[in-house]
């Protein structure tokens, strides 16, 4: 099981992109997908989730600027960033619970990072 993230790159301030993070392997279903960010210098911090129901939840700093989304059937998050401010750049991670076997509960994975800079 495997979650690849991608999108990152360099853009100026106020500028958007748009993350995608694909869960590939054996996966018979997947519960919340989350992305996080990690700023130098500072701790992982919480951006942006959504259950697998749809129920969507921001930090504060992203809301009304970020949107969330997910494609279950492509087991796919998706983390679109509009107006973009050079204190969003940091390694975007993504999270997800997901279920590989009909005998165990949902597990936890990390996607390994895409860099997004912002530049003011």
């Known amino acids: 099981v495997q979650l690849q993230a991608s999108g990152g790159g360099l853009v100026q301030a106020g500028g958007s992109l748009r993350l995608s993070c694909a869960a590939s392997g054996n996966i018979l279903s997947s519960n919340t997908m989350t992305w996080y960010r990690q700023a130098p210098g500072k701790q992982r911090e919480l951006v942006a989730g959504i259950t697998s129901g749809g129920t969507t939840n921001y930090v504060d700093s992203v809301k009304g600027r970020f949107t969330v989304s997910r494609d279950n059937a492509k087991k796919t998050v998706y983390l679109q960033m509009n107006s973009l401010k050079p204190e969003d750049t940091a390694v975007y991670y993504c999270?997800?619970?997901?279920?590989?076997?009909?005998?165990?509960?949902?597990?936890?994975?990390w996607g390994q990072g895409t860099l997004v800079t912002v530049s003011s």
């Open positions: 999270n997800a619970f997901l279920r590989t076997s009909i005998n165990s509960g949902f597990q936890n994975y």
